[in-house]
């Protein structure tokens, strides 16, 4: 390593042995490539192929039933979407579903959970933390069987509000949206819990507590020292929440298969619905590009914030 | 930890038996005290909260007359487990969540573990927009594409196949693991494989015996998390498998609510314990590892 010479430039720091040793070792320029072939070949394949798929068949009017060609129709799809009352209530539930429960729900009580974590003991943080993962890793389909129960008419939650002597609910039939987002609270919330204690913990004590010397109430540090030095995490959370509640299936159709008639039909519902039980690709597909669309547009958002990292 | 020392600076210096300084009961710190208990507190009624709908799949598990409420069984029995262990309900489709998701997650991570290695050690102009767009992937909801992965599996012959489907997951897992991969393979120290470049070794036995066995706790966190994200997955084999025999027990769970009218709740909740209880385990498994395990600093010497 002591063979750089003294005229090299400064910035160039590896040894030419080392330099040498390693393209040897590297094969060619291109050849050193290779190995992402395999990855990059499947996500072309099954990823990238399917969402131009998609592309394309949003503006087709391909249907299950055996039609021997789908036929090009150009916006004919979207136009329908736009006219479809079914459709924009789907939307309409879709925005409710991921306010309630990702922006409003596992965020904030996520931020709670793990600042509430940070003060208390050791015991009770280590409980709450593997109930609320316990719920974050039981799989979709199972966390919709519980929550079903929970909310059923004959469910626990019922009985709890008789035995406080409150009035019962029929929760999945009067208001199933609120129930599957408290569902997908219940389900999400140790995400933003472990992004938010991971985040809370590298705040340093000495900001707080120079806060705290100098006047600083609890709200007024949370405020003004807290939330700013962690707004980062809060971004990337909120982000992240969002795009994983806009592609929520298997919990809604657990619960409540998108019923009583659509009322808690979101997007993915809908998209399914159309294209399987109505047989309608194209139409689904239109949806589903629509979708993809949000999406897209959200995870730009997220890398843009993810920029520094990569 | 920060109550401790400022506590500690108010015990008098003269303190100085075997003992640790007796802290001084200050204003503060029984602010302290009232803060943790209120925490404790707190915390306490939002597991609560939590733990209800989990007691239920316990409690009914072991009730043979389980119905929709939480109640701990009076007359606890493994009925509803012995009536679910059969080839039919619970060891056909665990086998098949078996060979999809292992089958996908082993290609996941020798895809990812291959692609990230040039990702993190040789640069390129390609690289940052390469990885951008990783990155984004990992984003896009993947439950929109489904309605078009259908239609694209019916054309090519891929539907209702059990390979299918693994490739699907496969790639649908991908974007996240190269990206994972690459992070734990940029924190190993490149000096130790030019040492084994010098030494002659070439890229792919540099890739094997040095990067590889550095790389053990980081693999394992990208094939344990792959997996667990691949068996709760619901939507993609609801959508791509049809026949009844091939169904993995994510879908097969829907027979419970079979045509015959009344469900069996319990034997629901004890299948639903069976098919859990894996990635509880291998939950448990990581979250060890997560603690620990990731300092590579003994490998490299001064």
Redesign the interface.
């Known amino acids: 390593m002591s063979t750089v010479k003294v005229t090299a430039p400064p910035e160039r720091r590896e040894a030419p042995g080392s330099e040498r040793a390693r393209r040897r070792a590297n094969g060619g320029r291109y050849w050193r490539w290779l190995p992402v072939a395999p990855a990059t070949a499947l996500m072309l394949l099954f990823l990238a192929g399917p969402i131009g798929y998609c592309a394309y068949l949003a503006f087709t009017d391909m249907q299950l039933t055996g039609q021997a060609t789908s036929s090009f129709v150009g916006l004919e799809n979207f136009r329908r979407a736009f006219q479809d009352s079914d459709f924009l209530n789907a939307v309409v539930l879709t925005l409710v579903f991921t306010l309630l429960s990702s922006i409003v729900g596992q965020n904030t009580l996520g931020l709670l959970l793990a600042g509430l974590m940070q003060r208390a003991s050791k015991a009770v943080r280590s409980v709450t933390g593997a109930v609320v993962i316990c719920a974050w890793v039981v799989p979709e389909i199972v966390a919709g069987f519980l929550l079903y129960t929970f909310f059923h008419k004959e469910g626990t939650l019922n009985s709890i509000l008789d035995w406080l002597h409150l009035p019962s609910q029929n929760w999945l039939y009067t208001l199933p949206i609120l129930a599957v987002s408290f569902a997908n609270i219940w389900r999400g919330t140790a995400f933003s819990m472990l992004i938010y204690s991971a985040a809370l913990s590298e705040i340093p004590t000495e900001v707080s507590e120079s806060a705290q010397v100098d006047g600083a109430n609890g709200i007024k540090r949370i405020w003004y020292i807290t939330l700013p030095m962690i707004r980062r995490s809060i971004g990337t959370n909120l982000m992240l929440n969002t795009l994983q509640t806009l592609s929520v299936f298997g919990l809604i159709w657990a619960m409540t298969r998108g019923g009583p008639g659509n009322r808690s039909t979101t997007l993915p519902v809908f998209m399914y619905d159309q294209a399987f039980n109505k047989a309608l690709i194209g139409y689904g597909t239109a949806v589903a590009l629509l979708l993809l669309v949000v999406g897209a547009l959200f995870s730009l958002v997220y890398l843009r914030l993810m920029r520094e990292e990569v | ?2 109550s401790a020392v400022r506590a500690g600076t108010g015990a008098r210096p003269s303190d100085r038996s075997g003992r640790r300084p007796v802290l001084r009961p200050g204003r503060r710190l029984s602010r302290r005290g009232r ?2 208990l ?3 507190a ?3 009624v ?2 609560a909260a ?5 007691l ?2 316990v409690f ?1 598990s072991l009730n043979a007359e389980a ?4 109640r701990p069984p009076t007359d606890p029995t493994l009925d509803n487990f012995s009536a679910v262990l059969t080839d039919e309900i619970t060891f056909t489709p665990m086998w098949n969540s078996l060979l999809i998701c292992g089958g996908a997650t082993l ?1 996941t991570v ?3 573990s ?2 990230a ?3 993190s050690r ?1 640069r ?1 102009r390609f690289s ?1 927009p ?3 767009t990783i ?3 990992t ?14 599996f019916v054309q090519i012959n891929l539907v209702d196949t059990m390979h299918g489907t693994a ?2 997951l ?3 897992q ?2 996240f693991a ?1 990206w994972l991969m690459k992070n734990f393979m940029d924190g190993v120290p490149v000096v130790l494989e ?1 040492a ?3 030494d002659g ?3 792919w036995q ?1 890739l094997l015996r040095v990067i590889v066995p550095l790389m053990g706790p980081g693999m394992t966190v990208v094939t344990i998390y792959s997996f ?1 994200m691949m ?5 993609v084999p ?1 959508m791509l498998l049809l026949s009844p025999e091939k169904l993995p027990a ?2 097969s ?1 829907f027979t419970f609510f079979g045509n015959y009218g009344a469900v069996a ?1 319990g034997e ?1 909740a004890a299948f ?1 314990m069976l ?2 209880a894996p ?2 385990v291998l ?1 448990i498994l990581i ?1 060890r590892r997560l603690g620990g395990g990731f300092t590579l600093g003994g490998g490299v010497k001064g």
């Open positions: 930890m920060s803060q943790r209120a925490a404790d707190g915390l306490l939002l597991a939590f733990v209800v709908p989990l239920w799949l009914a119905n929709l409420k939480v290609l020798l895809c990812a291959l692609a290695y040039p990702l040789f390129s940052r390469y990885l951008l990155l984004f992937s984003c896009l909801p993947i439950t929109a594409v489904m309605v078009p992965v259908y239609a694209l490739f699907f496969a790639t649908s991908l974007p190269v030019e084994a470049w010098t070794a070439n890229w540099s667990i068996w709760g997955n619901f939507f609801f994510a879908v769970i709740f629901l639903s098919y859990s990635v509880l939950y979250s």
